[in-house]
């Protein structure tokens, strides 16, 4: 994957391993044809952690490494000046989903257009549809919700003639999501169906999972409360067989609101602190932070005003933390008007 960088100038691979050993490791952010190794160097030290409950799995390894892009870096040349030189679009999409993983949008958007207009100028459909979904992709996650769905839905049409089954798949989840976004229920359902059953055919376990959480919170947001709980508790059941953490904590989060929004306040503090405890484990701030929003919920509608105040202050800090400004601000908003209860109660 690096070849010789970072240790070019040893000849033996015995030196190497001293140096290794002895903690005598170059610097991997000084360098800029280091950049394509980050991730790698980072996916090491996590699976050295003294602490072996902070040791990645072995699915989150491979998971990991699959999207990390296999590229030899040029010891005479930095990485800015590789890049213009690519003319794979296997490679630039690569590239591209190198940045979405990291969520730097505009490189992947970048990326992803360049593989586009190859596909588009050798003629490969396939190549095509696909690029077009990951546009999708792209601008579903900037909440770009117009664009987004005009990249899917060119997508489908072309995935759907050639009978790509697993991007249709991917594309027909997307475009689900934007439109559960946009409040546009029934669309959203159909699609989600449409995904649910191709993945079911495919024994896709994880897309499977993916499309019954969607459904789930579909019928939680048109309050249908008795349908969502079925399609949570399968998704929950999907992700535990397959070691889906993620997924396992978002449909018990889904869970818990459900019984929140019914009152059921026991199961859902139970529900939301075990989902707390793996987005904790998994080092996901933004499921902590909808987990904590959840539990002061809780705390605030059996009156433990104390308590919801100090997690909700919590939880904003976390969406604070990564990137999420606007949403600190409205729980910190929360936190204020519980404050004010407090204070009002006292003066009574």
Not at 85 to 97: D, G, I, N, R, Y
Not at 308 to 328: C, M, N, P, R, T
Request: aromatic share 8%; proline share 3%.
């Amino acid at each position: 994957m690096t070849n010789a960088i970072p240790f070019q100038d040893v000849v033996k691979d015995s030196i190497v391993i001293k140096r290794v050993t002895q903690g005598h490791l170059p610097s991997i952010t000084g360098d800029a044809r280091m950049s394509l190794m980050l991730r790698l160097c980072c996916l090491m030290s996590e699976c050295w952690s003294t602490d072996p409950s902070q040791r990645p799995t072995a699915l989150d390894c491979l998971k990991s490494l699959d999207w990390m892009p296999m590229i030899a870096p040029n010891p005479g040349r930095t990485t800015a000046a590789m890049i213009p030189a690519v003319h794979s679009p296997q490679l630039l999409l690569k590239l591209a989903e190198m940045h979405l993983n990291q969520n730097d949008h505009a490189n992947a958007s970048k990326f992803y257009t360049e593989a586009l207009g190859i596909f588009t100028h050798t003629a490969d459909t396939q190549g095509r549809g696909r690029t077009l979904e990951r546009l999708g992709e792209v601008h579903r996650l900037q909440g770009k919700a117009e664009e987004a769905v005009a990249f899917y839905s060119d997508a489908l049409e072309i995935l759907t003639n050639i009978d790509d089954k697993t991007m249709k798949a991917s594309t027909l989840w997307g475009l689900a999501y934007v439109y559960k976004t946009q409040n546009k229920y029934s669309e959203a359902a159909s699609f989600y169906s449409d995904a649910l059953k191709i993945h079911t055919d495919l024994n896709n376990s994880y897309g499977k999972a993916s499309a019954l959480f969607g459904l789930a919170e579909v019928h939680r947001l048109r309050k249908q409360y008795s349908q969502a709980v079925p399609f949570y508790s399968d998704a929950l059941r999907i992700d535990t067989d397959i070691g889906d953490r993620q997924g396992r904590a978002s449909a018990m989060w889904g869970l818990a609101e459900v019984h929140r929004l019914q009152n059921e306040y026991n199961q859902a503090i139970a529900i939301y602190s075990d989902a707390l405890q793996i987005y904790t484990d998994i080092g996901d701030n933004r499921g902590r932070g909808y987990a904590l929003v959840g539990l002061a919920d809780v705390n605030s509608s059996q009156g433990r005003h104390n308590d919801a105040i100090d997690l909700y202050e919590q939880a904003a800090q976390l969406f604070e933390q990564v990137g999420y400004a606007s949403k600190a601000t409205l729980i910190l908003e929360r936190a204020a008007d519980v404050r004010r209860l407090v204070e009002l109660g006292a003066a009574a």
